[in-house]
């Protein structure tokens, strides 16, 4: 067929046919003309025996220009492109370099690099014996749109993954990417996996620090960490992801496979991130069904396990500020106001925190994230403040922390109503009375609901007539009375017992 060149096989199939059948046919069976069976019925070599032209069918655009200009501009600067080549010629010579030339000159550049240009990357591939090596990365996860109860859910994931067999264990990450994600992350897949693989490889985790102090004592403990465990570490140089390409090659396969099940799901919300952990879990499940023959051989070159977990969390001393709060991490917390003044020790895990007394465990917070543009983060739990709001109740009006002190948007668009119909003094005492019911009666999702319709209606809350309804009403206990007999009785009951 025209425009389509001829190859050896082709040429091989017709002489097959042309034994047999007439010269059209066996062209028409090969798809070629009769006029180039008529021309292959004279040649005895191959297409691709056959020599190149020595000759030139049309003048050379760029003759006289090629090794005086072209070619010292090239061996200056190797990464130059046709494009810039060719821009260059016309400026110099203008009107004389059409665009059509771009071709031309660039499978002459082409050629040149091909024999006279730089040495290029060459990438070597790696036999990986198992046993060997684990991996692990994190990525992010916006991609997803996953939402939980509505809120989108801002997030990374960690996987890790071992060379030899591709078997995977993935974690949900929320407090973005550090040790204790890390080390939270690689001791649940080990566990999980029942061995440990002689070396351990992450990316320069440049993610994880802030200055050089902070990267050296991350340094310290990821290296305590793989001790522990017996590994190795290692880790790719920065800006080099191929040398981690074991895992970065599963990122992509992870997410897109869990896309796949999120559209065949039909929605992206779940009702909490429980659930939401349960739906990764069956996604790399899957993926670990398919490669379970070579995991089930790796499993059996990996070393013990120690006796024990090695620590996963981060301590971090604070100390509570007048205001009830303390900061961790660029995110402000709200705790009792009776921890105020006292230096906590602050163990980071990955998605909580605990806050320490001495070895008394005080508190347990649930671990919040920065703000999308480096501002500080804030965890504000109401029901830490409420004793002081009850207390000073007009201290609600102007605080810093007001509009994160409501659980709920109801509670925010109540504020907003009151603020405009009462005076000031009574705002603050009925919306902190409103709070107060939430947190000590246990009916915050129920009193949201009830000022979701006074909202729509226009009406102002009722504080007494909603505690009636809502709070719980105090157990009645039983009066007992307890009369002691006198000590005369035991005498006489052991007299006739004797």
């Given at each position: 067929m025209a425009g389509k060149r001829i190859g050896d096989h082709q040429v091989g199939i017709y002489k097959k046919h042309r034994a047999q059948l007439s010269q059209e046919v066996a062209a028409a069976k090969v798809g070629i003309s009769a006029r180039s069976a008529r021309r292959l019925e004279g040649l005895t070599a191959l297409p691709s025996q056959r020599e190149a032209r020595p000759w030139r069918t049309r003048a050379d655009p760029f003759e006289g220009l090629w090794q005086s200009e072209i070619v010292p501009m090239l061996e200056a600067t190797p990464a130059l492109t046709a494009m810039t080549l060719l821009e260059e010629m016309q400026r110099r010579y203008p009107g004389k370099y059409d665009d059509k030339l771009l071709r031309t000159l660039q499978r002459r550049v082409r050629t040149w690099n091909a024999c006279f240009g730089r040495e290029r990357e060459v990438f070597f591939a790696q036999v990986h014996p198992p046993g060997r090596l684990g991996l692990s990365d994190f990525t992010h996860a916006a991609v997803l749109n996953v939402t939980i109860g509505g809120a989108v859910l801002l997030h990374l994931l960690y996987q890790f993954a071992l060379a030899y067999s591709g078997w995977r264990y993935v974690e949900i990450v929320l407090g973005g990417e550090s040790f204790a994600a890390l080390s939270s992350g690689l001791q649940n897949a080990i566990w999980m996996m029942g061995g440990v693989p002689e070396e351990h490889r992450t990316d320069s985790l440049a993610a994880a620090f802030n200055n050089h102090a902070e990267h050296e004592q991350l340094t310290r403990r990821y290296e305590a960490l793989c001790t522990h465990y017996g590994m190795r570490p290692s880790r790719n140089n920065l800006g080099v992801s191929h040398e981690n390409g074991s895992i970065e090659s599963r990122q992509g396969t992870l997410k897109r496979t869990l896309e796949q099940a999120l559209l065949l799901r039909g929605h992206r919300d779940f009702e909490d991130l429980e659930a939401y952990r349960r739906f990764v879990a069956e996604v790399f499940g899957r993926l670990n069904a398919r490669v379970a023959r070579k995991f089930n051989e790796e499993r059996g070159q990996l070393k013990a396990l120690p006796a024990r977990r090695s620590s996963d969390y981060e301590e971090v001393e604070v100390g509570v500020t007048k205001y009830s709060t303390l900061s961790v991490k660029k995110v402000l917390y709200t705790v009792p106001s009776r921890l105020v003044g006292h230096r906590l020790k602050v163990r980071v895990y990955s998605e909580r925190l605990e806050c320490w007394l001495g070895n008394v465990c005080v508190l347990e917070l649930r671990r919040g994230q920065p703000g999308a543009t480096g501002q500080r983060g804030r965890v504000v739990d109401y029901r830490?403040?409420?004793?002081?709001?009850?207390?000073?109740?007009?201290?609600?009006?102007?605080?810093?922390?007001?509009?994160?002190?409501?659980?709920?948007?109801?509670?925010?668009?109540?504020?907003?109503?009151?603020?405009?119909?009462?005076?000031?003094?009574?705002?603050?005492?009925?919306?902190?009375?409103?709070?107060?019911?939430?947190?000590?009666?246990?009916?915050?999702a129920?009193?949201?609901?009830?000022?979701?319709?006074?909202?729509?209606?226009?009406?102002?809350?009722?504080?007494?007539?909603?505690?009636?309804?809502?709070?719980?009403?105090?157990?009645?206990?039983?009066?007992?009375?307890?009369?002691?007999?006198?000590?005369?009785?035991?005498?006489?009951?052991?007299?006739?017992?004797?």
């Open positions: 830490h403040l409420l004793p002081a709001l009850k207390r000073k109740p007009g201290a609600l009006a102007r605080s810093a922390l007001r509009d994160d002190l409501f659980p709920r948007t109801e509670y925010r668009q109540m504020w907003a109503q009151l603020k405009d119909r009462l005076s000031e003094a009574v705002a603050c005492r009925l919306m902190v009375g409103l709070l107060d019911l939430a947190g000590n009666a246990g009916c915050e129920e009193l949201a609901q009830r000022l979701a319709s006074l909202l729509e209606s226009g009406e102002l809350p009722d504080l007494e007539q909603l505690q009636t309804e809502l709070a719980p009403f105090p157990a009645e206990c039983p009066t007992v009375e307890v009369v002691l007999p006198s000590l005369a009785s035991y005498d006489q009951l052991l007299q006739e017992v004797a």
